[in-house]
């Protein structure tokens, strides 16, 4: 009973920053890591970052130092701080939870599509 819901996506302009919100509710003891991962248009889904427990952040190389996962316990949200974006963001960014026991992501949120023009 994980429910994940994505915000904060729209149209953006090259080199301006968004930030895309994952409100996480349910049994979230059950959760040991809830990351972000995008799929552009005919393109493979990828890893954006991951924030796990007790650990830092972990970010895909290309997105390391542009973007900044972030979580806020009181409100059980996780965040995605993006900056400099390039048309090449373009992509619906999924918000994804890993099961503590099963080890893989079990829960995924509706996705929300970013648009970079340039």
């Known amino acids: 009973q994980v429910q994940l819901v994505e915000s904060g996506g729209g149209l953006a302009q090259a080199g301006g920053p968004l930030r895309l919100s994952c409100a996480v509710s349910g049994c979230i003891f059950s959760l040991n890591a809830i990351g972000w991962h995008r799929q552009a248009p005919g393109k493979q889904c990828e890893l954006v970052a991951v924030?796990?427990?007790?650990?830092?952040?972990v970010y895909a190389d290309a997105m390391r130092g542009q973007f900044t996962i972030t979580r806020d316990n009181t409100k059980s949200t996780v965040y995605l701080q993006m900056n400099s974006l390039k048309p090449e963001d373009t992509a619906v960014y999924y918000c994804?939870?890993?099961?503590?026991?099963?080890?893989?992501?079990?829960?995924w949120g509706q996705g929300t599509q970013v648009t970079v023009s340039s």
């Open positions: 994804a939870a890993r099961n503590a026991i099963l080890g893989s992501y079990n829960y």
């Open positions: 924030n796990i427990s007790s650990t830092s952040p």
